[in-house]
C-alpha cells in the first residue's frame, strides 16, 4: 500500500471504535512505528485514503499514557471527513496520518497552576492534556470546566469521573451539572484564577467569550487552540474578490485572510491545517497584491504562477482569482 501523499506517511491501522454521544466516535489506532507527538496537537487523516482530502483532527490520545493512538470524531451532517471516520471506516482498516501538529500543548507551560476549559469537542485536546499533567506533573493543580449541550454529550464521560471537573449543561441539567453556560460568576469561583495559566478549545465564539472574559478577571497567561476557524457573515464591502472559473464576485473585511474570505462566501475550498502546513488550500491569484506567511508546500514554479495557501494569504488590494 503506497501511501496517498507525502504529507500523510503514517499508516496505522483501526483496531476499534468506540461511541462517546450520539454524534461522536473515538477511532483507537495501532501504529506499527514509533509515533512522536505530544498532547493537545493534531494531525491531518486522508480521507479515503486520498490525496485531495485531508482533515484536521486532535489526536485524543495521550502519548506515553494511551495504548492506542486516538481520534474524536464529531459526525457533521455535511462532514466529508467525519461521515467517511463514523459511518465508513471499520475495525482492520487503515489510515494514514501526517506528522503531529499544532503549538497547543501543556508541556512546555511552566505554571504549577492551570485551568483548561473546553466544549463540546473542544475536549479532545484537553483530555489529552489532562491525562499528560495527572502522569508526568501530577503535584499540578488543574482545573476543568467542560461545557457540553446536554448531559448525553459529555466526551469521555467514564473517564472524567477520575479527575475533577465542572460540568456544565445547556439543557436538561441533571444531578452532577451546573445549568447554563459558563459564567463569570463560574470563572470567580476557580481558585487563584489569576494566577493561573489558562487553556481553552473549543468553537470559535466561545473562545472568544472565554478570552474576554477570563483577562476581564486578571489572567495574563491565556491560549487557546486555533484550527477550528469561524465562517463569519459574507461582507457586503471591503476588498473585492473575483472568481473568473466559475465567475462570481464577492467581498471580504481587509485584514482577512484568503482562506476567511473564501470560507465565508461559501466558496469551496478544501482546508485541513489552515497554518500553512499542508497544502490543501491552494488558490491561484491571477492579479492583486498580496503578502503570505507560508509557502510550505508550493514549488518555485507554482509560486511563480501565482498560488498560494489560502489560509497563509493576507489579500492587500482587490483579488482576481483563477
Known amino acids: 500500500?503506497?501511501?496517498?501523499?507525502?504529507?500523510?506517511?503514517?499508516?496505522?491501522?483501526?483496531?476499534?471504535?468506540?461511541?462517546?454521544?450520539?454524534d461522536v466516535w473515538t477511532l483507537s489506532l495501532l501504529c506499527h512505528d514509533y509515533y512522536p507527538y505530544r498532547a493537545g496537537q493534531y494531525a491531518l487523516v486522508s480521507i479515503r485514503n486520498s490525496a485531495d482530502t485531508l482533515r484536521a483532527y486532535t489526536l485524543s490520545s495521550t502519548p506515553g499514557v494511551s495504548e492506542y493512538i486516538t481520534l474524536t470524531v464529531?459526525?457533521?451532517?455535511?462532514?466529508?471527513?467525519?461521515?467517511?471516520?463514523?459511518?465508513?471506516?471499520?475495525?482492520?482498516?487503515?489510515?494514514?496520518l501526517s506528522d503531529a501538529q499544532g503549538?497547543?500543548?501543556?508541556?512546555?507551560?511552566?505554571?504549577?497552576?492551570?485551568?483548561?476549559?473546553?466544549?463540546?469537542?473542544?475536549?479532545?485536546?484537553?483530555?489529552s492534556m489532562r491525562r499528560w499533567l495527572a502522569k508526568y506533573r501530577p503535584q499540578t493543580d488543574v482545573q476543568v470546566i467542560f461545557s457540553v449541550r446536554s448531559p448525553q454529550d459529555v466526551i469521555f464521560a467514564d473517564e472524567w469521573q477520575r479527575y475533577p471537573?465542572?460540568?456544565?449543561?445547556?439543557?436538561?441539567?441533571?444531578?452532577?451539572?451546573?445549568?447554563?453556560?459558563?459564567?463569570?460568576?463560574?470563572?470567580?469561583?476557580?481558585?487563584?484564577?489569576?494566577?493561573?495559566?489558562?487553556?481553552?478549545?473549543g468553537p470559535a465564539p466561545y473562545m472568544e467569550q472565554?478570552?474576554?472574559?477570563?483577562?476581564?478577571?486578571?489572567?495574563?497567561?491565556f491560549f487557546k487552540e486555533k484550527f477550528f476557524t469561524p465562517v463569519a457573515e459574507a461582507a457586503t464591502s471591503g476588498l473585492k474578490f473575483t472568481r473568473?472559473?466559475?465567475?462570481?464576485?464577492?467581498?471580504?473585511?481587509?485584514?482577512?485572510?484568503?482562506?476567511?474570505?473564501l470560507e465565508s462566501n461559501k466558496v469551496p475550498v478544501n482546508a485541513a491545517c489552515r497554518a500553512g502546513v499542508c497544502g490543501c488550500c491552494k488558490t491561484q491569484i491571477i492579479s492583486g497584491q498580496y503578502s503570505v506567511n507560508s509557502t510550505m508546500t508550493l514549488t518555485p514554479q507554482e509560486i511563480a504562477d501565482?498560488?498560494?495557501l489560502a489560509c497563509s494569504c493576507r489579500p492587500e488590494s482587490d483579488l482576481v482569482l483563477a
Open 244 to 261: 473568473l472559473q466559475p465567475a462570481r464576485e464577492f467581498y471580504a473585511p481587509v485584514g482577512s485572510t484568503l482562506l476567511e474570505a
Open 103 to 127: 503549538e497547543f500543548t501543556c508541556d512546555n507551560q511552566a505554571s504549577d497552576k492551570l485551568l483548561l476549559l473546553a466544549a463540546g469537542c473542544g475536549v479532545t485536546p484537553v483530555m
Open 165 to 201: 471537573v465542572t460540568l456544565v449543561a445547556e439543557q436538561n441539567a441533571t444531578a452532577g451539572f451546573v445549568p447554563g453556560r459558563l459564567t463569570p460568576e463560574l470563572l470567580r469561583a476557580v481558585p487563584d484564577l489569576a494566577e493561573r495559566t489558562v487553556m481553552t478549545c
Open 74 to 96: 464529531r459526525r457533521l451532517e455535511n462532514g466529508a471527513g467525519s461521515q467517511w471516520l463514523t459511518r465508513e471506516v471499520k475495525r482492520g482498516d487503515y489510515l494514514w
Open 306 to 308: 501565482g498560488f498560494v
Open 210 to 221: 472565554v478570552e474576554e472574559a477570563v483577562k476581564s478577571l486578571g489572567v495574563t497567561r
Open 1 to 22: 500500500m503506497t501511501m496517498p501523499t507525502p504529507q500523510c506517511p503514517w499508516r496505522m491501522q483501526v483496531h476499534h471504535i468506540h461511541q462517546e454521544t450520539p
